[in-house]
């Protein structure tokens, strides 16, 4: 048994759960259960949506009877089990609540993704954001997808889970539905779909918010069961599809026509961003400055190099160019033991390192010594 310091947070009574899981025959102690049971009961005191229903089915994967008689202290079973579960999904709670918000820029663009997100879940509907690579929609999906909680999850798809069984496993798993070799799409769909039900509770709870990032790759049975999940009365789950441009070609060229209509037409929020349209100076001024205050720059740079930014996010790319210029800058500086001022020189410099062409001539290196190229070992750390 153990006998330590009782743990005081989710986080570190994840941890010792975890080190008791690992050795059967060590159970938790008496004083660590009723620490978990208490945190359980506080949370559901603070947000009445918290019912025991969704605790029973979509935490401790038991029934409603089962968490009753943990609840009284009367259940023989292997009650460690459970509250491990309990657990895990406290910590999961909290870290997604105490994610740091630095790393994320309001920019205008963040702005109206953000707004088809709320829309969509508000109505409940299904939402389409369009836009070029790096213009900043994976960092506002995620956002939103943290200020949400645990009534969403943004699922950065891709060849893995592009199918309607690797999407309704990874929806399993994030759900905390337990997914074994013999789970089948069916099986698994049912109990998704039966732990979102618990999260709206028939209307009287929000809304779950399914956000999926390069949507393009989703096979066309794997976007139409999350349809499925929208259209279900007892789910009314909110769902937004994210990609570039091929997103919005697909769900509109001929043969997508016949297998999205029914997608498109339950579209109620879109935000669609062409290759071609202008990154605001305000968004890659914003986005230029959090970059610096990572870098521990604290000051502000010249107007001439925020000029030459706002111009690099006009090409392919976008606002990812300068976060790249930026950190290329500063690590080819470290290298030759100068103090960056990320001027145009600098910033043009480097370009060669991020996959850029340079715009001006360079007599000599602008980081203080003669060189026709930064370092290779700067270009590989860049890289």
Same mark, same amino acid.
Request: overall charge positive; glycine content about 6%; hydrophobic content about 40%.
């Given at each position: 048994?153990?006998?330590?310091? =009782?743990?005081?947070?989710?986080?570190?009574?994840?941890?010792?759960?975890?080190?008791?899981?690992?050795?059967?025959?060590?159970?938790?102690?008496?004083?660590?259960?009723?620490?978990?049971?208490?945190?359980?009961?506080?949370?559901?005191?603070?947000? @009445?949506?918290?019912?025991?229903?969704?605790?029973?089915?979509s935490?401790?994967? #038991?029934?409603? !009877?089962?968490? !009753?008689?943990?609840?009284?202290?009367?259940?023989?079973?292997?009650?460690?089990?459970?509250?491990?579960?309990?657990?895990?999904?406290?910590?999961?709670? *909290?870290?997604?609540?105490?994610?740091?918000?630095?790393?994320?820029?309001?920019?205008?663009?963040?702005?109206?993704?953000?707004?088809? #997100?709320?829309?969509?879940?508000?109505? %409940?509907? =299904?939402?389409?954001?369009?836009?070029?690579?790096?213009?900043?929609?994976?960092?506002? /999906?995620?956002?939103?997808?943290?200020?949400?909680?645990?009534?969403?999850?943004?699922? %950065?798809?891709?060849?893995?889970?592009?199918?309607?069984?690797? &999407? =309704?496993?990874?929806?399993?798993?994030?759900?905390?539905? %337990?997914?074994t070799?013999?789970?089948?799409?069916?099986?698994?769909?049912?109990?998704?779909?039966?732990?979102?039900?618990?999260?709206?509770?028939?209307?009287?709870?929000?809304p779950?918010?399914? =956000?999926?990032?390069?949507?393009?790759?989703?096979?066309?049975?794997?976007?139409?069961?999350?349809?499925?999940?929208?259209?279900?009365?007892?789910?009314?789950?909110?769902?937004?599809?994210?990609?570039?441009?091929? *997103?919005?070609?697909?769900?509109?060229?001929?043969?997508?026509?016949? &297998?999205?209509?029914?997608?498109?037409?339950?579209?109620?929020?879109?935000? /669609?961003?062409?290759?071609?349209?202008?990154?605001?100076?305000?968004?890659?001024?914003?986005?230029?400055?959090?970059?610096?205050?990572?870098?521990? #720059?604290?000051?502000?740079?010249?107007?001439? !190099?925020?000029?030459?930014?706002?111009?690099?996010?006009?090409?392919?790319?976008?606002?990812?160019?300068?976060?790249y210029?930026?950190?290329?800058v500063?690590?080819?500086?470290?290298?030759?033991?100068?103090? %960056?001022?990320?001027?145009?020189?600098?910033?043009?410099?480097v370009?060669?390192?991020?996959?850029?062409?340079r715009?001006?001539?360079?007599?000599?290196?602008?980081?203080?010594? @003669?060189?026709?190229?930064?370092?290779?070992?700067?270009?590989?750390?860049?890289?």
């Open positions: 048994m153990f006998t330590s310091n =009782i743990p005081q947070t989710p986080l570190e009574l994840m941890r010792e759960a975890v080190m008791a899981g690992r050795d059967t025959e060590r159970p938790l102690s008496v004083r660590q259960r009723q620490q978990i049971l208490h945190d359980l009961a506080e949370l559901q005191a603070g947000q @009445p949506d918290l019912t025991n229903v969704f605790l029973a089915r935490v401790l994967r #038991c029934s409603r !009877s089962t968490w !009753s008689l943990i609840q009284a202290g009367k259940y023989r079973g292997d009650i460690d089990r459970y509250l491990r579960r309990a657990v895990q999904w406290m910590a999961d709670r *909290l870290a997604r609540a105490e994610a740091p918000q630095a790393d994320y820029v309001p920019t205008k663009i963040g702005r109206y993704i953000m707004k088809v #997100c709320q829309r969509a879940w508000s109505v %409940p509907t =299904i939402g389409v954001v369009v836009t070029p690579s790096g213009a900043g929609k994976t960092a506002a /999906l995620m956002e939103y997808a943290r200020r949400r909680g645990d009534r969403a999850q943004y699922i %950065p798809a891709g060849e893995a889970i592009s199918t309607m069984q690797g &999407l =309704i496993s990874e929806l399993a798993g994030r759900l905390h539905v %337990p997914v070799t013999r789970s089948t799409s069916a099986t698994l769909y049912r109990s998704v779909r039966d732990a979102l039900a618990d999260y709206y509770a028939a209307g009287k709870g929000d779950f918010v399914i =956000i999926v990032d390069e949507a393009t790759t989703l096979r066309a049975r794997a976007k139409n069961m999350l349809r499925n999940l929208h259209d279900d009365p007892a789910v009314r789950c909110a769902v937004v599809l994210a990609d570039t441009a091929r *997103l919005n070609v697909d769900l509109n060229n001929r043969s997508g026509r016949a &297998l999205y209509e029914q997608l498109r037409s339950r579209s109620g929020a879109q935000f /669609l961003m062409t290759v071609d349209e202008e990154i605001a100076a305000e968004d890659v001024r914003a986005v230029a400055d959090s970059i610096l205050k990572s870098l521990d #720059c604290k000051r502000a740079l010249h107007r001439d !190099s925020y000029k030459f930014l706002h111009s690099l996010a006009q090409a392919e790319g976008k606002l990812r160019n300068v976060a210029r930026l950190h290329a500063h690590d080819v500086a470290g290298e030759v033991g100068q103090a %960056p001022t990320y001027s145009v020189a600098e910033l043009d410099f370009a060669d390192l991020v996959g850029g062409k715009q001006l001539r360079h007599e000599a290196a602008p980081f203080g010594r @003669p060189a026709k190229r930064p370092p290779a070992d700067a270009a590989a750390k860049v890289a």
